[in-house]
């Protein structure tokens, strides 16, 4: 079947011309952008590292971006977002967690505007506690409930209007909150 | 800037004078071999005849059976994948405005069961029915059996074998965490092996094939089995890439799969289905060309529509933005071609259901790829982006489009292979509407609920709450579609149990 070459030539171009511009001359101007990067902003410690994992693991990716636009395109800065997103802010991220739905709010610097801890345990414990109209999941697999008058361990957490049940955070639910706590994306232009 | 635009422009340039002389030397081949390749896929004595689910004398019977045990394992496990994911589809659904539905369990949260959702839907149901329905068509069109078949039950079962462990993985929190790409790097492996396999018996076919004609179906199945392997291991090399540079590629990917995968298969079975059903060739094989060679040079780089807005570099949005407004050209091309035809042949609509999801697949692909345009401009893109919207033109393209031609594909092929004719015909006109019904449920819903949303989201007299609380009442709306689409599918699945159940008793017998 002589006439298929011509279909196996084309189609193999067409390919070859859409890599060449989406993957590598971005990758090609990649080393620019990290070396503006390096000097505003330090990589992840081990633990929001893994905490960054927990966030991949249980997909926060489909309903929460990474990501602040210009204010021409969103109203994003007036809800307290941040400043618009630069490619220096992400040189640390692999995978990239820029997210494309906002079905829950933006987390680029979820670490400025809210930075209490024992607020995000509870928050993804059940977010209803706090946020009546969050239609966010529960995570409270991560969380070990334990009755008591006083706190029973270090980092207990009191669950308000439960009679003093206390939350016990696993390794996995601290770590995403170490990660969390640790998004500020708001470094100025070197 | 001006380098940028320049840029632009140049590539833009190029690509259409590519698109021009891809045309003019296809063409030229074309006056040698007149067009009546466009009659190829007619046996002596077809011509005219209206073709319905039924097979009174099946002329192809001898290839159809050359690959029946492998086509039939394809499509069968299409099907089992398609239940399990629209089930997961449904539940995931209901979660939207339902959080706690089903518990709240590690292994039955949101974001577990959406990525599993996605991924069987995409690996498991889509490419499993287009690869079976593609291995049916091949040894039609090139008039030859189809060379080692057997090779195909490997291929079939590592790839079943890779999508159950790309779950178990997504489960256990196995992830690459970027979206369409989730499955675990080494089962990726697994799959683009097994889908080698595929393409070996299938390329062997086209080229041992001593047919005239290289008819319209064969340019879209061989292009897309050229693209995908290529696609998905160059985007599974997550180690080249970070940041917003990965989130080029990863949406470069994300968008051929369906531009370059699923897309090509689904058209490949319209050109050849509506012709054959109709008893009558397409209505302009020269205008075929442009769809074609259009979808090749446009389509492959729309992908960065997907990230307007974040700080992707100006040239590289710009460029997926006009390559989006290009896509317009072949989809209408597409669409005259295959909306004539239909045109001047309803009155078969009434007697064959199949024709029925293959003209409702047509125009479902008109209708989303033409949407595609549209949202991809910064205007409407600043309002759409991060909505609803974007899931609802999803299910309308991969749904409303391929899974209705796929439906009507297995709907057709199914028989053919058996040599049995299906007992219920009134269960596949059932099917049609429900699952008619149900898409277009769910796309106008969540379409309204979207935009509904993006312009809440741009309010800045408002609150982040109230956009989403403006949504619930269309992600209800949604799910309701959801569940016509899966009840469609089980009366899908009833259809084929009782069609092998029978063949299997007579066998017995």
Redesign the interface.
């Known amino acids: ?1 002589k ?2 070459y ?3 030539f ?6 070859l ?3 060449f ?3 590598i001359v ?2 090609l ?2 080393s620019e ?2 070396q503006e990067g390096r000097s505003a902003q330090l990589p992840y410690t081990e633990v929001q590292a893994r905490g960054r ?1 927990v966030y ?7 309903c929460h ?1 990474q ?1 602040v ?2 204010p ?4 994003d800065g ?2 307290g977002w941040g400043r ?4 220096s ?10 997210g ?4 829950g ?1 933006d987390l680029s610097n979820i670490g400025l505007r809210q930075p209490s801890r024992d607020w995000h345990h509870l928050h993804l414990y059940n ?2 506690l706090l946020v009546p ?9 991560l969380y070990r409930v334990v009755p008591g008058e006083q706190a029973p361990a270090e980092g207990a957490i009191e669950i308000p209007n439960s009679k003093g049940n206390w939350l016990l955070p696993s390794e996995k639910a601290s770590s995403l909150v170490e990660y969390l706590t640790c998004l500020k994306r708001d470094g100025e232009t070197p | 800037m001006d380098t940028q635009l320049a840029f632009v422009i140049l ?1 833009f340039g190029a ?1 259409v004078l ?1 698109m021009v002389s ?1 045309v003019v ?2 063409i030229q ?1 074309q006056v040698l ?1 007149p067009p009546q390749a466009a009659q190829a896929i007619f046996s002596t004595g077809e011509m005219g005849c209206t073709e319905l689910e039924s097979r009174p004398n099946n002329r192809w019977k001898s290839l159809d059976q050359s690959a029946r045990g492998p086509i039939l394992y394809f499509l069968l496990s299409s099907v089992g994948w398609l239940l399990l994911g629209s089930t997961l589809g449904l539940i995931v659904s209901i ?3 339902h ?2 539905f089903l518990g ?3 292994f039955l ?4 069961l ?2 599993l959702h996605l991924n069987i839907i995409a690996y498991g149901w889509l490419s499993f029915a287009g690869l079976g329905l593609s291995l049916w068509l091949v040894p039609r069109i ?1 008039r030859v059996p189809l060379h080692k078949p057997k090779i195909l039950y490997l291929a079939g079962s590592m790839w079943n074998f890779g999508v159950c462990l790309g779950c178990l993985g997504i489960l256990s ?1 196995y ?5 369409w790409l989730e499955f675990w790097w080494p089962i990726d492996g697994l799959l683009a092996v097994a889908g080698a396999l595929v393409a070996i018996p299938l390329f062997q076919t ?4 001593q ?1 005239k004609h ?1 008819y319209v179906t ?2 879209y199945t ?2 897309a089995f ?2 995908f392997p ?2 998905f291991v ?1 985007a599974n090399m ?1 180690f ?11 949406w ?1 990917f994300a968008h ?1 799969v369906l531009g ?1 995968w699923v897309t090509p298969l689904g058209l490949g079975i319209v050109y050849y289905l509506l012709p054959k059903i109709t008893g009558y060739p397409i209505f302009s094989y020269q205008l075929s060309l442009f769809g074609f ?1 259009g979808l ?2 446009f389509y ?2 729309v ?2 529509h ?8 100006t040239w ?1 949005a710009n ?1 997926s933005i006009v390559m989006s407004v290009g896509m317009a050209i072949p989809v209408i091309t597409v669409a005259i071609n295959h909306h004539v035809s239909a045109y001047r042949h309803l009155g078969v609509l009434r007697q064959s259901v199949v024709l029925r999801f293959i003209v409702f697949g047509a125009m479902m692909y008109t209708v989303s790829s033409l949407q595609g345009s549209l949202h991809s401009l ?1 205007t409407f893109n ?1 309002i759409s ?4 919207w ?2 609802s033109h999803a299910h309308l393209g991969l749904y409303g489009f391929t899974s209705m031609v796929f439906f009507g594909g297995i709907y057709f092929a199914l028989p053919r292979l058996l040599d049995r004719d299906w007992e219920y015909p009134g269960l596949i006109n059932l099917h049609f509407w429900l699952a008619a019904t149900g898409i277009l449920t769910y796309a106008v819903s969540l379409g309204i609920g979207g935009i509904l949303q993006g312009m809440a ?4 007299s ?4 109230q ?3 403006v ?1 619930l009442p269309y992600l209800v709306g949604r799910s309701l579609g959801g569940s016509l689409m899966l009840l469609s599918h089980l009366v899908f699945a009833f259809n084929i149990c009782d069609l092998l159940g029978r063949t299997a008793r007579e066998k017995r017998s």
């Open positions: 079947m006439k298929a011509i279909f196996v084309g189609a193999s171009s067409t390919l011309l859409s890599t511009l989406f993957v971005p990758r101007g990649q952008v990290v994992a991949i693991e249980y997909g926060c990716i489909y971006s990501q636009r210009d021409v395109a969103g109203a007036h809800f618009p997103s630069r490619p802010d992400y040189i640390y991220d692999r995978p990239h967690l820029l494309t739905s906002r079905t709010p977010p209803r109209w969050s239609i966010m999941p529960g995570f409270p697999f | 590539t690509s590519a891809f030397a296809l081949r071999v979660k939207f405005h959080p706690e709240t369990r590690d949260t949101f974001g577990k959406r990525t090139m929190g992830t690459d965490g970027l979206e086209i080229w041992r094939s047919e290289f064969m340019w061989l292009a050229i693209w290529v696609l160059i997550h080249l890439h970070t940041g917003v540079q990965q989130g080029i590629v990863n470069w051929n370059l060679w090749a040079l492959s780089q992908g960065a997907h990230l307007l807005g974040s700080p992707i570099p590289v460029l910064r600043y982006h991060f909505t609803h974007t899931v989201l741009r309010d800045s408002g609150t982040f709450e956009s989403l609380k949504t």
